[in-house]
């Protein structure tokens, strides 16, 4: 089981967010990925290893964290980064497990 | 550039059977599994199963085995969900999405189901 926390996050513009995610069990080989989803959009892979970032996501996103303990951290949001965020792990049963989101809603 | 299409809504009544589809390209559909990720309205992401395009090996979710069917065509890089008989509770987004078996690094735009009575 992955636990998110925050559920909600009510941020400005330019501040700083971090956002947790909390496995159940050791995430083995830091199987871990994070995603966005914006309203009416398919998610988008920001982060996978625990603290590599997918092509083309910008340098304020940042993961990082080992074994049950997971962060991604927003340097400055903008605008665009107002959604919610899923963290992802893989290798435990089911192969695949989300955790319920963190809405970040602009303050 | 990696795409992922899938096709479009369905509206279908309960006990009704339906088939949807992903078609990727502009990489090597048979190098990566394609998963697939039920999003019911307003809730969060719930991993149902994934598919190997080169020998159609399949794994599962517990939650979803024995309620859906993945399937794929490799020839036409098309990758399949199907259902044999609706229920209400299917009503969701369903999406696609490429795997190299850790992360899910390319998504469908999503096919939204409604199934009514």
């Known amino acids: 089981v992955l636990t998110q926390s925050p559920g909600t996050l009510s941020l400005s513009p330019g501040e700083r967010a971090t956002l947790s995610c909390r496995a159940s069990q050791s995430v083995r080989s830091n199987y871990l990925a994070w995603y966005q989803q914006k309203p009416g959009q398919a998610p988008r892979l920001l982060i996978a290893?625990?603290?590599s970032r997918a092509t083309g996501i910008p340098d304020r996103f940042s993961g990082s964290g080992s074994g049950t303990d997971f962060t991604l951290t927003i340097s400055r949001l903008e605008p665009e980064d107002f959604a919610v965020y899923y963290c992802?792990?893989?290798?435990?049963?089911?192969?695949?497990?989300f955790g319920q989101g963190t809405k970040l809603e602009i303050k | 550039d990696v795409q992922l299409v899938q096709s479009g809504a369905e509206v279908k009544k309960t006990g009704e059977s339906l088939k949807i589809s992903c078609k990727g390209s502009g990489y090597s559909f048979t190098n990566y599994w394609i998963g697939w990720v039920r999003q019911m309205p307003g809730k969060g992401l719930e991993w149902m199963g994934i598919i190997h395009p080169d020998d159609s090996d399949t794994r599962y979710s517990p939650s979803f085995q024995g309620q859906v069917t993945m399937s794929v065509d490799k020839s036409i890089n098309t990758a399949y969900l199907q259902w044999r008989s609706l229920k209400a509770s299917d009503t969701a987004f369903y999406y696609c999405a490429r795997t190299p078996q850790v992360w899910f690094d390319a998504w469908g735009q999503g096919t939204p189901v409604t199934v009514s009575s």
């Open positions: 992802q792990q893989y290798g435990s049963t089911p192969l695949y497990t």
């Open positions: 290893g625990a603290s």
